[in-house]
């Protein structure tokens, strides 16, 4: 097992005493916080968290862990994720670390490799990291062009099967809009997500048909009871905002479904009252926001022998502030879109506080992990700290802040159901038979 900071006791019931937990994360628990951070108790019985009380007051006949006030968290969601992707850098590398060079390295690899047994391989290897990490809620797109569709969702209802005591996961159909036209691929993938209870996706592209694709696919996901999940505007170019003409296709459907949007990189750079218009749009569609800090920082305004001039994320804060739903999820693995990543949700929030300026104060910066993520995939019962819930919880030894943020708190201890989990991560030498290494 990796190295933990303490070791919970192996008994039915117990407390974790003098903990600090982000208040975020909180629920029926009013205390007094500082910087967002409360004091408590947790006290744990036969895997649920029975009781959170004040320091000091939990029973004393339960045997109890002295957290010395280092922090509790819930499981984390991890809302916008590429499992079928995941670890083919070595296999094809995006050797200049481009948009365009992703892309025709994913589909090249895609249409000599994406086997069956390759892709459950790769994503059970993912998973078995961002479990160790203390991941409870995955979604993950996966390439649904023909006839990769079939094949790709097949595995993952097998997996999702397999895991679902450890991981709830969510899939989400990725494909180009403008393949819509042919009816039959069509018809066949919205048969495919629906039969797997998937989620319907696509990447939007400025052109004179995206009103008539936007109105298909939306018309689509209501007449088979499916949410939408879309790539958006993932460009530095501010003449791409298709995030304007997704609220107004929202809108004008009537859409009553769940809608959420990724990326939205070029809002950033739109002028204010563009800007803001299409945020106002957003927030009165209903759309929810998730931004992909460290591939987009690795992406966007990418020029050789040049340093790029802006960070490439979204207006999270604007769209937080208008009442938009907003997260923050880690995006690629070890692939062309982006080289590095181990799906640990810890790693993301440390960067996106640096990234996005979730910091001074850090009060709330703790939901876009936790509590925002799970209530817009729809499963508002996992990252939250709630009498009554399954003690699936990760225990930091970090205190403040400045210590959690400071380093990537490789010690801590997960719990599932109150017990404490392996968190081995898999050596990576398990895939050099997948990735001809």
Known sequence: MSHAFMSPPNAARFVLSNATVPAVTLSGFPAPSSEGLVKADIVVADGLISDIRAPGTAPVEYAKVDMREGMVWPAFADMHTHLDKGHIWERRSNPDGSFMGALDAVRTDREANWSADDVRKRMEFSLRSAYAHGTGLIRTHLDSLAPQHRISFEVFASVREAWKDKIALQAVA???LDSMVDDAFFADLLRVVRDTGGLMGGVTQMNPDLEGQ???LIRAAADN????DLHVDETEDREVLTLKAIAEAVLRNGFTGKVTAGHCCSLARQDEDVASATIELVAK?????VSLPMCNMYLQDRHAGRT???RGVTLLHELAAAGVPTAVASDNTRDPFYAYGDLDPVEVFREAVRILHLDHPLDTAARVITTSPAEILGRP????IAVGSPADLVLFSARRWSEFLSRPQSDRVVLRKGKVIDRSLPDYRELDSVIGA
């Open 174 to 176: 990725l494909f180009p």
């Open 214 to 216: 936007l109105d298909k």
């Open 225 to 228: 009871g499916l949410d939408i």
């Open 285 to 289: 569609a209903g759309i929810s926001i």
């Open 308 to 310: 790029p001039r802006w």
């Open 381 to 384: 019962d996992i990252g939250r």
